[in-house]
T-cell receptor
Framework: GQQVMQIPQYQHVQEGEDFTTYCNSS?????IQWYKQRPGGHPVFLIQ?????EVKKQKRLTFQFGEAKKNSSLHITATQTTDVGTYFC?????????????FGGGTRLMVKP | DARVTQTPRHKVTEMGQEVTMRCQPI?????VFWYRQTMMQGLELLAY????????DSGMPKDRFSAEMPDATLATLKIQPSEPRDSAVYFC???FGGGNIQYFGAGTRLSVL
């Protein structure tokens, strides 16, 4: 079935350093979504990318969708301790049930103050 | 503030007991998802309903798990009999359509002793 791979699984950074997580799909996606889960919390929607090559920014977060719509990245500039959590990408594709989201395995970000 | 409500938030039970988890999706949403999250497995899709009809439960162990939507305001996930390997956080999410933004509940943390 559809697979969405996310790397790295874990990342430790010093506060102020940059961080990037990458998401790759085995097939072309209709769109990609990103979620953040704080420790002990639940996943919360951050953003959706739809167009090939799309780039969106939310303050220190930059999201990119690849030209082939098979990969995406989330980059955080100058990490802060509030960025701690697990970041999931979720790719939208089609199956017999219609549209489906498939979540990547997540990247757990830890920030040392 | 519309939100997905899950009960109970925490459940500790003994092996062999029946466990029932409940989810109230956001009013008006037509899709409901059940996920299981462990440290090792990330977000694992167990079941997916659209307009109360089960569309995909291929991720669910059929011998002991069952998922239903008795009405549009209630989704249930049952485990009978429960086993220690079922210990995890179970999330319910709702949305419009299968590939659109998913809104997660706070989760039920299940411990089977």
């Amino acid at each position: 079935g559809q697979q969405v791979m996310q790397i790295p699984q874990y990342q430790h950074v010093q506060e102020g350093e940059d961080f990037t997580t990458y998401c790759n799909s085995s097939t072309t996606l209709s769109n990609i979504q990103w979620y953040k889960q704080r420790p002990g919390g639940h996943p919360v929607f951050l953003i959706q990318l739809v167009k090939s090559g799309e780039v969106k920014k939310q303050k220190r977060l930059t999201f990119q969708f690849g030209e082939a719509k098979k990969n995406s990245s989330l980059h955080i500039t100058a990490t802060q301790t509030t960025d701690v959590g697990t970041y999931f990408c979720a790719g939208m594709w089609f199956n017999n049930a219609g549209n489906m989201l498939t979540f990547g395995g997540g990247t757990r970000l830890m920030v040392k103050p | 503030d519309a939100r997905v409500t899950q009960t109970p938030r925490h459940k500790v039970t003994e092996m062999g007991q029946e466990v029932t988890m409940r989810c109230q999706p956001i009013l008006g949403h037509n899709t409901v998802f059940w996920y299981r999250q462990t440290m090792m497995q990330g977000l694992e899709l167990l079941a997916y309903f659209r307009n109360r009809a089960p569309l995909d439960d291929s991720g669910m162990p059929k011998d002991r798990f069952s998922a239903e939507m008795p009405d549009a305001t209630l989704a249930t996930l049952k485990i009978q009999p429960s086993e220690p390997r079922d210990s995890a956080v179970y999330f319910c999410a709702s949305g419009f359509g299968g590939g659109n933004i998913q809104y997660f509940g706070a989760g039920t943390r299940l411990s089977v002793l």
